[in-house]
């Protein structure tokens, strides 16, 4: 099983529509959750953290956190072709000391 | 405020050179890390420094691969001989190692091998 885990995609939705980005994760020690976005020939660039329980916005950004689960997720609201990228969530554990990232959800916004 | 450097952008070597790729990670920042990223394999954590000393070179797929941070500003990662299946986008991060610990990526170095 891999230690975090997104759907792959790709995910296409239409302009704007609400963008949902799902990801899990195994290790129940980790601390803190990233996301970033990555442009086809660019390099992994952040756009959101969430370390508590609940809901953290930025602008048209929401990520949502449920350590319970295990689960974080992000969501994009009224959603703009130039939010189509591949999406990678990253987990920070304290006992790894690392980020471990996942493969990443790719999203297409229609026109 | 100047991101992550690196260089060089691209890097087309034929099989059996010796390929070094540089860093300069976010002034202040006391963690570097070097990724590799393959449509096949994703983004891989090779290796990661902090305050300059190696922590964790699991990452690192064999003896070809050696990397070095001389000082808090530079680091290299050298593969030495080159082989095709080396061809990938290898990026440097880097974090400050307190708070939430989040990297910033550099624009990566394209490398090809022949």
């Known amino acids: 099983q891999k230690e975090v885990e997104q759907n792959s995609g790709p995910l296409s939705v239409p302009e704007g529509a609400i963008a949902s980005l799902n990801c899990t994760y195994s290790?129940?020690?980790?601390?803190?959750f990233f996301w970033y976005r990555q442009y086809s020939g660019k390099s992994p660039e952040l756009i959101m953290f969430?370390?508590?329980?609940g809901d953290k916005e930025d602008g048209r950004f929401t990520a949502q956190l449920n350590k319970a689960s295990q689960y974080v997720s992000l969501l994009i609201r009224d959603s703009q072709p130039s939010d189509s990228a591949t999406y990678l969530c990253?987990?920070?554990?304290?006992?790894?000391?690392?980020?471990?990232f996942g493969s990443g959800t790719q999203l297409t916004v229609l026109p | 405020d100047a991101g992550v450097i690196q260089s060089p952008r691209h890097e087309v070597t034929e099989m059996g050179q010796e390929v070094t790729l540089r860093c300069k990670p976010i002034?202040?920042?006391?963690?570097l890390f070097w990724y590799r990223q393959t449509m096949m394999r994703g983004l891989e954590l090779l290796i990661y420094?902090?305050?300059?000393?190696?922590?964790?070179d699991s990452g690192m797929p064999e003896d070809r691969f050696s990397a070095k941070m001389p000082n808090a500003s530079f680091s290299t990662l050298k593969i030495q001989p080159s082989e095709p299946r080396d061809s990938a986008v290898y990026f440097c991060?880097?974090?400050?190692?307190?708070?939430?610990?989040?990297?910033?990526f550099g624009p990566g170095t394209r490398l090809t091998v022949t």
């Open positions: 990253a987990v920070y554990s304290g006992s790894a000391r690392q980020l471990t």
């Open positions: 290790d129940r020690g980790s601390q803190s």
């Open positions: 420094f902090n305050n300059n000393v190696p922590i964790d």
């Open positions: 002034s202040g920042h006391n963690s």
């Open positions: 991060a880097s974090s400050d190692n307190r708070g939430i610990r989040e990297q910033y």
């Open positions: 969430i370390y508590s329980n």
